[in-house]
């Protein structure tokens, strides 16, 4: 069975900071992994996705995320936080296997003025 | 750009009654899927639906609820017997194909309170 867990529930950076939100997965098989970001009032909308293709991966809006095997990981960063990127974020993973997608419990990135 | 859209954005309901999320996946979208996320917690799978039927299931979803695409453009979700710990936001969720890399557009959610 696959699953996702992301540390921290909030995270606070200031606007200009580097934003890092941390995801670790638990895979049996190959996982294709993703970052969803949901705005206020908003539905999911994909920040960017792995496909095996390429462990460093760019998204929208200046995020990416690197795929680490050894370390089962798959943290979401960008380099300079805007006051835009408040919003929460979700990690999930799939494999080939399921058509389902399993869902981490969210970080809310806060951004200080 | 087209998007999933869902209706209402709330539903208020009592407890033991009867509720219809409504979603209007994107057009030329094949699978359809609906998850939810009960307040504080994460976003769970609860259904996809392909081909006039349903593909798999969690097991959140019991007895009470059943999916329906009525037209070529409507997939609804039925709740019978509500209960309290039916309050949660509801996502409804198309993708072109299936499985594996491809993208499921989410809508915005509807957010169902059971009193």
């Known amino acids: 069975a696959q699953s996702v867990t992301q540390l921290g529930s909030h995270v606070s950076v200031s606007e200009g900071a580097l934003v890092l939100l941390r995801c670790n997965y638990s895979s049996s098989v190959p996982p294709y992994l993703f970052w969803y970001v949901q705005y206020p009032n908003q539905g999911l909308q994909l920040l960017l996705k792995y496909t095996s293709a390429a462990t460093l991966v760019k998204g929208i809006n200046g995020f990416e995320a690197e795929f680490k095997k050894s370390e089962t990981s798959f943290h979401l960063t960008k380099p300079s936080a805007h006051m835009s990127d408040a919003a929460e974020y979700f990690c999930?993973?799939?494999?080939?296997?399921?058509?389902?997608?399993?869902f981490g419990k969210g970080t809310r990135l806060h951004i200080l003025p | 750009e087209p998007e999933v859209t869902q209706t209402p954005s709330h539903q208020v309901t009592q407890m033991g009654q009867e509720v219809i999320l409504r979603c209007v996946p994107i057009?030329?979208?094949?699978?359809f899927y609906w998850y939810r996320q009960i307040l504080g917690q994460k976003v769970e799978f609860l259904v996809s639906f392909y081909n006039n039927e349903i593909s798999e299931k969690s097991e959140i979803f019991d007895d009470r609820f059943s999916v329906e695409r009525p037209d070529g453009s409507n997939f609804t979700l039925k709740i019978r017997s509500t209960k309290l710990e039916d309050s949660a936001m509801y996502f409804c969720?198309?993708?072109?194909?299936?499985?594996?890399?491809?993208?499921?557009?989410f809508g915005p959610g509807t957010r169902l309170t059971v009193l």
């Open positions: 969720a198309s993708s072109p194909r299936a499985g594996g890399t491809d993208t499921q557009y």
């Open positions: 999930a993973v799939r494999t080939n296997r399921d058509d389902k997608i399993i």
């Open positions: 057009s030329n979208h094949l699978y």
